[in-house]
């Protein structure tokens, strides 16, 4: 058995069970040993999310009452094969690799930095989303909106670490620590549990969910992050080696499974005070 071999073992294991794919998960940080005291500290930032989609019902069985969402069992699915994968490589399984992630994460667990964990992991997200197309058109309205959103998210922590200066402007000397997964702060950009619902499905419209988003969320989507979509996804195509990425952004509004009559969504008709003095503050060099 080789290295991708064992990794689809060990993932259809949990394939059904939340809270083994859970420990799954967390037990790649540990490395063949369980010991890799230089690993440890980036498992905080991947695990969160993690619990959230295990609470929210994402990742339940399709015969659970209520099943989970394919398209989201499949993105964690991605991420916990190419995890299992570079752990058994690390451990001396031999084989071809199942895809071109499995370099990045290969990248990190040799030198574990924030700016290497970010492209191990985001490009086992970005691989997703462009794989499971299909599965994104078969969610609702809503859930596809925030399935942009996480990326989009994800995407910005990333520059904040690698690329400082696109993701804050003359802030870009506090990109490094506001985003370090290993720090906790990486947290705030992906703080969807208090804009979703605490179940899936979802059955209400976007435009209600966008409304009573909390105040930081908002601001930093609509006045930080929005302005500089095109470069970003431009700046992460080229970082991730994922040149398909380009193709999920129009405009400067996301359009991944999103039709393009409804982007109005993405634009925010008013901003805060707190919007407009971070859009000020931050804002993207020219």
Known sequence: MDAAELARTQVAAVRDDPAARLALAASTYGGPTGRAPRHLPFRRAAISFMRWEVERGLLNAPDADPPGS??????????????????????????????????????????????????????????????NGGLAEAESRTERFFMNVVLLRVLYAHALVAAPRLALGRLAPLGRVLGDPRLGMAGIFLSL????????????????????????????????????????????????????????????????????????????????????????????PR
């Open 193 to 284: 549990g208090r804009v979703l619902p605490d179940r899936y499905p979802i059955s209400d419209a976007v435009e209600n969910y966008v409304r009573t988003e909390n105040g930081f969320g908002r601001a930093l989507d609509y006045a930080v992050i929005r302005p500089r979509l095109d470069a970003l996804y431009e700046w992460s195509a080229t970082e991730l080696e994922s040149p398909g990425l380009v193709d999920l952004i129009h405009g400067g509004r996301p359009a991944y499974a999103w039709p393009a009559q409804q982007w109005q969504v993405w634009d925010a008709t008013a901003l805060t005070p707190l919007a407009r003095a971070l859009a000020a503050t931050t804002r993207p």
């Open 70 to 131: 394919p398209w989201w069992r499949a993105l964690n699915e991605r991420l916990l094969s190419d995890g299992c994968e570079v752990v058994a490589r690390t451990a001396g399984y031999a084989g071809q690799p199942s895809s071109s992630t499995i370099t990045s994460w290969s990248a990190f667990v040799a030198e574990p930095t924030a700016r290497n964990w970010y492209r191990a992991h985001n490009g086992s997200i970005v691989a997703a989303y462009l794989d």
